[in-house]
Nanobody, 117 residues
Framework: QVQLVESGGGLVQAGGSLRLSCVAS????????MGWFRQAPGKEREFVAR????????YYADSVKGRFTISRDNAKNTVYLQMNSLKPEDTAVYYC??????????WGQGTQVTVSS
């Protein structure tokens, strides 16, 4: 497992932007598929985006497609989530996830994103 630390959350008005960062410990970051999930109050945690190990492929939930972009910098052990055109329904705690075959998935502690209308 790796330790993950998210940052970049905050309060923003609808239509605004935020960039989340997630830094991973260790020297095996490039072997992990990295993802972002979110959990709104009273709701289950849901998938937002993920990016494969080679950074060649990214996948998004339909609700964020065209507005959010996931990227990674393997040299910095960091995955990013650029969030544009934010909506009040994007309000949630955002969690970073690291996953690879044969290992338990790792989760960060979460960062709060609040979008005001």
């Amino acid at each position: 497992q790796v330790q993950l630390v998210e940052s970049g959350g905050g309060l923003v008005q609808a239509g605004g932007s935020l960039r989340l960062s997630c830094v991973a410990s260790g020297r095996t970051f490039s072997s992990y598929t990295m993802g972002w999930f979110r959990q709104a109050p009273g709701k289950e945690r849901e998938f937002v985006a993920r990016i494969n190990r080679s950074s060649g492929s990214a996948y998004y939930a339909d609700s964020v497609k065209g507005r959010f972009t996931i990227s990674r910098d393997n040299a910095k052990n960091t995955v990013y989530l650029q969030m544009n055109s934010l909506k009040p329904e994007d309000t949630a705690v955002y969690y970073c996830n690291a996953d690879r075959p044969g290992s338990l998935a790792s989760w960060g502690q979460g960062t709060q994103v609040t979008v005001s209308s």
